[in-house]
């Protein structure tokens, strides 16, 4: 009896468990599917407008000028003042050092003195062919003289009327006056000779006079335009040699950079230049404005491209030589573009827009940089339209589909 009672009291319990529950899910409200509810994510938007645009591209160049004075020392001689330090601004015409001119006038008077003394020497010779002009005459006559003695004194041999000894001394006067006039004609043949001579010493003497006058006028030396010292390697009281630097300055209106022009870019900047274009670029410097304009690309190039050289329209009293400058160059116009900020650009070719409340993927071509106050992406694609809404808020899970809608 007992047990029967041990089986019976777990059954029972587990058909009265069985029973409650049929009975609590037989009666239980039934709810309802929980509902999925797609995240919708808040971007901003740029509205676009499709215009001929320049895109830009950033270049780093070094300051530099073509026209840059080394002057230096016609001659051995002492600096007696330096009148300008390194970095001062100069004009034209100004006096910028000096040299002792003690070491340049003694050598400025005797260039003078053989100068003159050649030109004394021309002058004696001149007089002295029309002396030997006028002796000629004189001295043929004599010679004809002489002769016509020999010839009568041979009518005396003849006639046995004259002495041999007389005979003699005819024939030897005549022989004399005949070396006489043969030697005055080649005194007179020989003039234009001697005179060419002279005339040699002389210009050589006044070169060497205007070379000693030119080193004595450079002594004293004086800027050739408005410009910038750029270097001072002398002080008062030093001695300095032929050739030896002075001082150093440059022109600031010639001022211009040297920019490396990446190879990808340089035959469409070699186009327009050859038609024509002119390129302009900007820079900050010292918060103001510098502007430039390509002027000329050098006739070197290499693997990594070429060297473009940047005329500075403005803003060149800011610069100084070996400064590098980052400037932005506006490249040739491109239609159809549209300027976008660099987040919203996706792998380097693809946006998204906003359509009816889904970001959509389009594919575009990048132009290169522009730059409005702020550095963006030019960029076109046949897919974007005037009035399109761009994303320009950078999404990490950005895909085509997405629910998007912009921030007020």
């Known amino acids: 009896m007992a047990s029967k009672r041990r089986i019976f009291l777990p059954m029972a319990v587990l058909a009265v468990g069985v029973g409650t529950f049929a009975y609590l899910k037989s009666t239980a409200r039934e709810q309802p599917a929980a509902e999925i509810k797609e995240r919708v994510w808040r971007v901003e938007v740029q509205e676009i407008t499709l215009r001929t645009l320049m895109p830009t591209l950033t270049l780093y160049g070094q300051v530099e000028t073509p026209r840059r004075l080394k002057a230096a020392a016609p001659a051995d001689a002492v600096v007696e003042d330096v009148l ?24 400025l008077r005797q260039a003078r003195a053989e100068a003159e003394e050649l030109r004394a020497q021309i002058t004696s010779e001149n007089n002295r062919y029309r002396s030997d002009q006028n002796a000629l005459r004189h001295e043929e ?25 007389a005979l003699d001394r005819a024939r030897q006067d005549a022989a004399r006056q005949a070396l006489t006039v043969t030697a005055r004609r080649y005194s007179i043949d020989d003039h234009r000779a001697r005179l060419e001579q002279l005339k040699a010493r002389r210009e050589r003497a006044e070169a060497r006079l205007q070379e000693t006058a ?30 030896d630097i002075l001082l150093e300055m440059y022109s600031v209106e010639d001022l211009e950079v040297r920019a490396r022009i990446p190879a990808p870019y340089q035959q469409e900047l070699l186009r327009a230049q050859n038609d024509g274009k002119r390129l302009p670029g900007s820079a900050e410097r010292g918060g103001s404005l510098v502007t430039l304009h390509l002027d000329r690309i050098s006739g070197q190039a290499s693997s990594s491209g070429v060297d ?36 919203a650009v996706y792998g380097g070719d693809r946006i998204y827009k906003l359509v009816e409340g889904r970001m959509e993927g389009v594919k575009v071509e990048p132009l290169g940089g522009y730059f409005d106050g702020e550095e963006k992406l030019l960029v076109r694609s046949e897919a974007l339209s005037t009035g399109d809404q761009i994303v320009i808020t950078h999404l990490p899970n950005a895909i085509g589909g997405l629910r998007a809608e912009a921030a007020p």
């Open 84 to 107: 300008v330090r390194e970095g001062d601004r100069v004009t034209k015409h100004q006096l910028l050092v000096r040299l002792d001119e003690r070491d340049f006038l003694p050598r």
């Open 141 to 165: 006559k004599l010679l004809a003289l002489a002769r016509a003695e020999v010839k009568r004194n041979q009518a005396l041999q003849k006639r046995q009327l004259g002495a041999e000894s």
């Open 214 to 243: 030119l080193e004595h006028e450079r002594s004293s030396v004086r800027a050739p335009y408005d410009g910038i010292v750029a270097a001072v390697a002398v002080a008062a009281g030093d001695r300095v040699k032929r050739a």
């Open 308 to 343: 473009g050289l940047f005329r500075i329209d403005q803003g060149a009293e800011l610069l100084r030589t070996g400064q590098v400058l980052r400037f932005q160059l506006q490249r040739p116009a491109q239609d159809n573009a549209v300027a976008v900020p660099y987040q």
